[in-house]
């Protein structure tokens, strides 16, 4: 395995303790705020309660005791502390909180409003390209994120290929960009698919602010802040697709959403691919591997072994072939524990949690 860290699939405050998630029905359009926390001990010898926490009569009651703390195994509960509601006439796609840690933005296909943690009945609008015709709009927004450092920055993509940096200090309503990052179109090399595989489905910023990350669907583009021109890295997660492009069209696998993320250091990227494949770059050895998330192989210390694609007709030992793939198996999320070499990806209904072998 390419050498790299990790990260978890939610989004903490400063305290590890908190953390924001759409509503599990998509349909709601509502965001919960959810305390998550840990407990590893008990309290033993309760007067008014029984074992199962059932409060015991009083006349029964003949002893006192004095409670004791006792070990117990780890416990993880997350309970729901407040609902955002009413906001959003389209699905969600992102939600960011921002580095001030009292406000965050969430994003759907023509808005992004900001919210502030402790009020849950009102937003406030800072981009909306919702055409007064509808029969007149072009573009949707794709993803949305705050920056890391900087409270009054925060960027969205969409999906004719470009990414927006905004600043909330030039104007109240950030319909007007501060910068905005597009490759240049390769006359050469346009198609019926150039504009869909030119969608960004995800942007992520990268932990020291410097960089961001675009995903589209055959590649994974660094961006440097400083340089809107062109990307500065570009890595392809699957191009032996690109001849597969009609019949993806064709069973609309073309429009599947990928996300990104960077490790800790910002040295490795991660994003996911079809046959539940997931591919890691680094950036310092230009290597990558691709690696498959499998009931197969989700057993404890089990190593995971690199996987390949052959496109020509005479495969490797080890190779799958492309007319092979199950392209119902699909990696789409993707996240890595911001100082931990762990990462978890999401395949259909499982979770699968990978550690560096120690």
Known sequence: MVKCPNLWYINCDGKGNEFYGE???????????????????????????????????????????????????????????????????????SISVNSDQETYLSADDLRINLWHLEITDQSFNIVDIKPTNMEELTEVITAAEFHPSQC??????????????????????????????????????????????????????????????????????????????????????????????????????????????????????????????FRVFDRNTRRDVTLEASRDIAKARTVLRPRKVGTGGKRKKDEIGVDCLDFSRKILHTAWHPQENIIAVAATNNLYIFQEKL
Request: glycine letters at 4%.
């Open 152 to 277: 009054n920055v925060f960027v969205y993509s969409s999906s004719k290929g470009t990414i927006r940096l905004c600043d909330m200090r030039s104007s109240a309503l950030c319909d007007h960009h501060t910068k905005l990052f597009e490759e240049p179109e390769d006359p050469t090399s346009r198609s019926f698919f150039s504009e869909i595989i030119s969608s960004i489905s995800d942007v992520k910023f990268s932990n020291n602010g410097r960089y961001m990350i675009s995903r589209d669907y055959l590649s994974v583009k660094v961006w440097d802040l400083n340089m809107d021109t062109k990307p500065v890295e570009c890595y392809h997660v699957h191009e032996y697709l690109r001849s597969k492009l009609c019949s993806l069209y064709e069973n609309d696998c073309i429009f599947d959403k990928f996300e990104c993320c960077w490790n800790g250091t910002d040295s490795c990227l991660i994003t996911g691919s079809y046959n539940n494949f």
């Open 23 to 93: 509503g599990q029905m998509h349909e709601d359009k509502t965001i919960k705020l959810w305390k998550v926390s840990e407990r590893d001990k008990t309290i033993d010898g309760y007067n008014l309660k029984d074992g199962n926490g059932q409060m015991k009569d009083p006349s029964s009651i003949t002893t006192l005791h004095i409670p004791v703390v006792k070990p117990m195994e780890l416990m993880v509960e997350a309970s729901p502390r407040r609902i955002f509601a009413n906001a959003h006439s389209y699905h969600i796609n």
